[in-house]
């Protein structure tokens, strides 16, 4: 009778593994559709948010599916890798904001999808070791194991982390508004973009008829500020769309910021301390790129700084990567990108190696060879763009700290670049 007790005595672990895996799973599915649906960011609307609710929801099914009724082996699978997203799901979208602002809205769902995903990932864990077979002889028994690891950490490398990592870009962002420290009186502004954001900021006015957009954001780039207003430029720094106090959703790429670039321009052409031929941009990392963007699509931007650009999407990427590295980028790239666009609500924006031809604005590119952030490509946008052009390698800079890395030759290369381009040569009109 030994037989039969423990046939059935496994037969209702494993219900009950499946009923456990399912509740979890419909926890993850409660956030997913609380996080687009019923608590959208400010200036969105649940409509916004199709693709990034309705896909991960059908995924999710589909995986509940095969989890329910699929062989030990899928079940396991389905458990880690539903597991692992839904833990990360949580902690971006619930853990972050409750620890950096306090929890509110689909930060409660979001809280209850860690341990779900947690409980997922030790059904998938306990499956594959009780159903793990030990009739075979030793050497295809570890043969078997072997390859079941080397699957796990190819389906770890290749699928989780690109769709755990787009979650988080486009989750993940800082809520938070830091004081001011611009060593001059500033307005608190806000303009509205053309698809219906409205962002929020500060503005210095200017003293020479030309002011500089600083992007992104209001954190990292109040030295650059300061170093803009000693020299009387009117300066724009503003959260840029699903960070601190701006309406939309985030992005940590910035998909969709040129959007923000462009409401910039605009509200400084209306400006009357400001001449509509004299504005410009300086842009920091995902902000060098989306001014390099931005300058290729409106001529209001008079003469671009680009500091530490680097790729967002899978064709730059790989243009960016060579060789064996090609190769081994090339399936996590291009299911980031495709998992971004989704967990985005939008399209992947236009290579900014297609881009940069377009540009004929004075551009002044700012790279670190060592800042670790794939800031090569800015050589390839130096050499691609038309109008007059400089470029500066900082060897001994990390990723966008050049103007602390040599804060002097930083000052009086790119205000000697805006002064050239903004002050000394900029044309003159009639207001």
């Not at 009950?16 to 409660?30: E, F, K, P, Q």
């Not at 946008?381 to 050049?402: C, D, E, F, N």
Request: proline share 6%; aromatic share 8%.
């Amino acid at each position: 009778m030994t037989g039969p007790r423990v046939s059935v005595e496994a037969a209702r672990r494993a219900v009950d593994a499946r009923a456990t895996g399912v509740a979890a799973m419909a926890v993850i599915a409660l956030h997913l559709g609380d996080d687009s649906f019923l608590h959208p960011e400010a200036g969105t609307s649940a409509g916004d948010h199709l693709a990034s609710g309705l896909v991960p929801l059908a995924a999710l099914l589909a995986a509940g599916f095969a989890f329910c009724r699929g062989r030990p082996g899928m079940r396991a699978g389905m458990a880690l890798i539903v597991g692992a997203l839904g833990a990360v799901a949580g902690a971006a979208s619930g853990g972050y904001e409750t620890f950096t602002v306090g929890p509110s809205g689909d930060d409660f769902t979001g809280l209850a999808a860690i341990p779900a995903g947690v409980v997922l990932v030790g059904i998938g864990i306990r499956t594959l070791w009780t159903s793990r077979r030990r009739d075979e002889r030793l050497a295809r028994r570890y043969s078997r194991r072997m390859l079941v690891a080397l699957a796990t950490a190819v389906v770890a490398q290749w699928v989780v982390y690109p769709i755990g990592f787009s979650f988080v870009v486009t989750h993940v962002m800082r809520k938070t508004v830091p004081p001011p420290r611009l060593d001059a009186a500033h307005e608190d502004v806000s303009f509205t973009t053309r698809d219906g954001l409205r962002l929020r900021g500060w503005y210095v006015p200017s003293r020479n008829g030309a002011a500089v957009i600083v992007f992104p954001g209001r954190t990292s780039t109040q030295a650059h500020v300061r170093m803009l207003i000693r020299h009387g430029y009117g300066v724009l720094v503003f959260d840029r769309r699903g960070e601190g106090a701006s309406d939309g959703a985030s992005n940590l790429l910035g998909w969709g910021g040129d959007e923000d670039i462009l409401a910039a321009v605009k509200f400084l052409q209306k400006r009357h301390d400001v001449r509509p031929s004299r504005i410009g941009g300086l842009g920091l990392s995902v902000g060098g790129e989306l001014m390099l963007q931005a300058a290729a699509e409106t001529p209001g931007l008079a003469a671009v700084v680009s500091e530490g650009a680097g790729t967002r999407v899978f064709g730059e990427d790989m243009q960016d990567a060579h060789g064996v590295n090609r190769l081994l980028l090339a399936p996590l790239s291009l299911l980031q990108t495709a998992a971004i666009s989704v967990f985005a609500n939008e399209a992947p924006p236009a290579e900014l190696t297609d881009l940069a031809p377009r540009i004929t604005q004075p551009v002044f590119l700012i790279w670190a060879p060592n800042g670790g952030n794939q800031e090569t490509m800015s050589r390839v946008y130096y050499r691609l763009t038309r109008g007059p052009k400089q470029i500066w390698a900082m060897p001994t800079a990390s990723h966008m700290a050049g103007i602390s890395d040599r804060p002097a030759e930083y000052e009086r290369r790119v205000l000697g670049f805006f002064d050239h381009y903004l002050v000394e040569g900029a044309p003159t009109e009639r207001r």
